[in-house]
């Protein structure tokens, strides 16, 4: 037997709940049973039956939750449905419904707010009845229910604003809950004032569907009065929690057709009582470091009461903290990904300054993105000030030092913080924080706000260029600081303009700092493309959020243009890279009946100048069974005939040796590749051709390699750096022993080494890195494969420092693509350059 479907309509005390049912009645629902008559509240009638309504208030007042009193705003007990009382109600309810569904032959509907919060029970006894069940939610604007609810039950249940709003919040929250997957329309009261006829259509689609009488419409329309908005004119609006106005803008939008969004919405909901009545600081689980503490493993009440002891007296730990955001994974307390949809700050603003200055630019400008109300003109205050909303500017770590401080924080109605990572864990700690961004369409954003863009004031003041000149001028990118001294910054590309002094000052005061913030805006609005070069610290969340690069020194207008380039492609992953395997030519060799135990192998490439000085120091080696191998990477200088002729001279004191020419430039992989694979000897000392060894190099640093254990693959002995001039000026990277951990940030072992032929074989020989770091690639590779390299612990070798060096030439201009190429290939590697903005 098909039985007519019951109407729930429900909602929240004071939200239009009547109305509602007079409209329904005008369409032809009916409201069976003995309605509640008229009063000086309602004149119009409640529609409301007295017996549903006095079985509900009787099962609220059992449970301790009677609706308007401070309890109200809790939960239902658990298993609430299954005690005696309610087992009693069900059956009381049932009684009624069976009287009243035979007599229906069309759609009817009862009418009680208390059906928000006992939806369970109606679920229980329709499925008995076989009875389909609709749900119809009126609601109304919190303001406008608060003030209603305060001025009619203020003395009789001590109602109070805050507890209104949680009020609010549970009938709402509580029928969507429970609704599951129940038919649902939503309605709002002020639709019935400025969109009234259609939805009211709507109302009829969703309550007959089978009936589209006009008629109907227009009497239902005659239940609309504009007197019944009187609440609006009760005093000044109460001011309304986050939470609350968040709710409100789910319902509008509910109202409009987005019922399957507010159902998802509402279950990922904390209760209201949590953040809209008072807290009482002395009871643990209500305290507003309840979940960190729980989240941290005190669950107890003795835990939670000494954690809270704890953390008031001396701030909380920064391990703590650690801990805290190991935990704040995605779903973890913290983690609301609805709680940044605050409306505009109140004109008249009272705003706590946490961390920042107005003598900081950035702060002007984190200031100007707030959510701020057209024309207002806020009030900075002290952090500990009483204020509508705070602006927190520090880390964290300090703020949790200051336990009164975070206390404080808890009471402010809403609290801003630029760092994702911070609001998580400030809303875990009891604060009502909202992640405060900037849009990257500034070039749309209104010039009015806080900053009141002057670029004349800019221009006197702090000797700024107006951004619309800058713009006219060309250019694609504008340079705000400086880098390193470098020749190269003194000869700008075409695409590049350059202001080297950013801040233009070492101090500002309010005023100029403010004018700063304007004309960094006025330049995001004019379209210019802004990169930064050093930030200071409290810059590079807001260069991120402006979409402003960030990049460290040392860096040169070449590279930075390239990093652009490299961004503006969208960061592509580093391609495969190919080391060539050109043929050579032997010029010269020489061999003996002794066979050596150490070759000396020498990559060279234009460096007739200093080839010699490295050969003179092979001719030294004390070990009298080294063999000397130079390869020649098609070099354009007179490098061979130097070689070819110091060969002649004095090659014949090496047991073996070779002269070697590539026919086309290859790169020092493939040059050190081809000296590896002519060595005759299982150890091969790396010798670049500006570079010299000493005299003992190859006999203690093979000494060692013979005492050392079998994976041992390279024997690295100090190497001192000198200037042409012979001038000590350190050791290379600065004298570390192999260790992976210290190779994970970066190269600290020259190339000038003692290497086992074999593992060079082991892992492939080097590979031909563009730009340089073959070397570092090398050690990564070794150390994956299981080797690994001992120190000789005293200087054996020099590494002269000069401007036609390939470090100096081309790695070091590099950084960058270089760090990203060897992270790429070697995941365990945590390079710096290797981030984004750097």
Not at 307 to 326: D, E, M, N, V
Request: glycine share 6%; hydrophobic share 40%.
């Amino acid at each position: 037997m098909n039985r007519a479907p019951l109407i729930l309509v429900v909602g929240m005390h004071r939200s239009g709940t009547s109305l509602l049912g007079s409209i329904l009645e005008a369409l032809g629902v009916a409201l069976p049973g003995p309605l509640i008559p008229a009063d000086t509240h309602n004149p119009a009638g409640y529609f409301e039956r007295s017996d549903i309504r006095a079985l509900q208030e009787e099962l609220l007042i059992d449970l301790q939750r009677w609706w308007p009193s401070e309890q109200g705003t809790l939960a239902l007990p658990q298993d609430w449905l299954t005690t005696p009382r309610a087992q009693r109600a069900a059956i009381c309810l049932k009684r009624l419904l069976t009287v009243d569904l035979q007599q229906q032959r069309g759609p009817w509907a009862i009418k009680d707010p208390r059906s928000s919060l006992l939806l369970p029970l109606w679920r229980l006894v329709a499925a008995e009845l076989n009875l389909p069940l609709r749900l119809l939610l009126a609601f109304r604007h919190p303001a406008e229910v608060v003030t209603s609810l305060v001025n009619r039950d203020a003395a009789a249940t001590e109602m109070t604003s805050a507890r209104a709003q949680a009020l609010w919040i549970r009938h709402q929250q509580q029928l969507l809950v429970d609704a599951g997957d129940l038919p649902l329309h939503v309605v709002s009261y002020s639709r019935w004032f400025d969109e009234p006829k259609t939805q009211i259509q709507a109302l009829q689609t969703f309550c007959r569907p089978d009936n589209n009488d006009p008629t109907a419409v227009q009497t239902a329309l005659g239940c609309i009065c504009s007197d019944y908005r009187r609440s609006q004119t009760h005093g000044q609006a109460p001011r309304l929690k986050r939470q609350v106005r968040r709710w409100h803008r789910q319902l509008e939008q509910a109202a409009a057709g987005s019922v399957g969004a507010l159902r998802h919405w509402a279950r990922r909901q904390p209760g209201p009582s949590a953040h809209l009545n008072p807290r009482n600081l002395s009871t643990p689980n209500q305290h507003p470091w309840s979940r960190a503490l729980k989240a941290l493993g005190s669950d107890q009440s003795e835990l939670q009461a000494a954690g809270i002891q704890a953390w008031t007296q001396s701030g909380i730990a920064p391990i703590s903290l650690a801990q805290l955001r190991c935990l704040n994974h995605p779903g973890f307390p913290g983690d609301d990904p609805s709680a940044d949809q605050g409306g505009p700050l109140p004109q008249r603003l009272k705003l706590g300054l946490i961390g920042g200055s107005l003598e900081d630019w950035t702060t002007h400008l984190w200031i100007h993105h707030l959510p701020l109300s057209p024309g207002s003109n806020p009030e900075i205050c002290s952090a500990e000030a009483t204020s509508d909303a705070a602006l927190h500017l520090q880390r964290l770590e300090v703020t949790a030092q200051d336990p009164k401080l975070l206390l404080h924080l808890t009471q402010v109605e809403r609290v801003f913080d630029p760092d994702p990572d911070q609001v998580k864990l400030l809303r875990l700690l009891g604060v009502n924080a909202e992640q405060l961004s900037i849009h990257h369409t500034l070039h749309n954003a209104a010039k009015e706000g806080w900053l009141n863009s002057n670029n004349v004031d800019a221009s006197t003041q702090l000797g700024l260029p107006c951004p619309e000149a800058l713009v006219m001028l060309g250019g694609e990118w504008l340079c705000l600081g400086s880098s390193e001294p470098d020749d190269s910054w003194q000869r700008l590309p075409a695409a590049l303009l350059h202001l080297p002094v950013f801040p233009p000052a070492p101090a500002l005061s309010r005023a100029q700092a403010r004018l700063l913030a304007a004309w960094i805006q006025a330049c995001c609005s004019a379209g210019l493309n802004l990169v930064r070069i050093d930030p200071q610290s409290s810059e590079p969340l807001l260069w991120q959020s402006l979409g402003v690069l960030c990049f460290q020194n040392p860096i040169n207008p070449e590279e930075l243009l390239e990093e652009l380039a490299w961004h503006k492609a969208g960061k592509p992953a580093p391609g495969t890279i190919h080391t060539p395997s050109p043929t050579a030519q032997v010029l010269w060799q020489h061999a003996s009946d002794l066979p050596p135990e150490v070759s000396i192998c020498i990559s060279s490439y234009n460096y007739a100048k200093r080839i010699s000085a490295a050969l003179e120091s092979c001719l030294a080696q004390s070990l009298p069974a080294v063999e000397l191998l130079i390869v020649d990477d098609a070099s354009t200088d007179d490098s061979l005939t130097r070689c070819h002729e110091w060969l002649d001279a004095h090659g014949h004191r090496f047991c073996s040796g070779k002269l070697l020419k590539h026919h086309k430039n290859s790169g020092l992989a493939a040059a050190r590749n081809t000296a590896f694979a002519a060595a005759s000897a299982p150890w091969c000392l790396v010798l670049d051709a500006d570079n010299q060894i000493d005299a003992r190099a190859c006999e203690l640093c093979l000494g060692l390699a013979k005492a050392s254990p079998d994976k041992t693959a390279v024997v690295h002995p100090l190497i001192r750096i000198c200037n042409d001039d012979g001038q000590p000026l350190g050791l290379v990277g600065g004298g570390h022993p192999w260790q992976r951990e210290q190779l994970r940030a970066g190269n600290v072992i020259d190339a000038m080494a003692l290497v086992r032929r074999s593992a060079w074989e082991a892992v492939g020989g080097y590979s031909h890195i563009p730009g340089g770091w073959e070397d570092f690639d090398f050690w990564c590779k070794l150390i994956e494969a299981g080797w690994h390299g001992v120190l000789y612990p005293r200087p054996l070798g020099t590494y002269t420092q000069h401007g036609a060096s390939m470090l100096q030439s081309q790695t070091n201009q590099r950084q960058r693509q270089l760090s990203r190429l060897l992270q790429h290939r070697h995941p365990w590697l945590q390079l710096a350059f290797a981030a984004e903005n750097r």
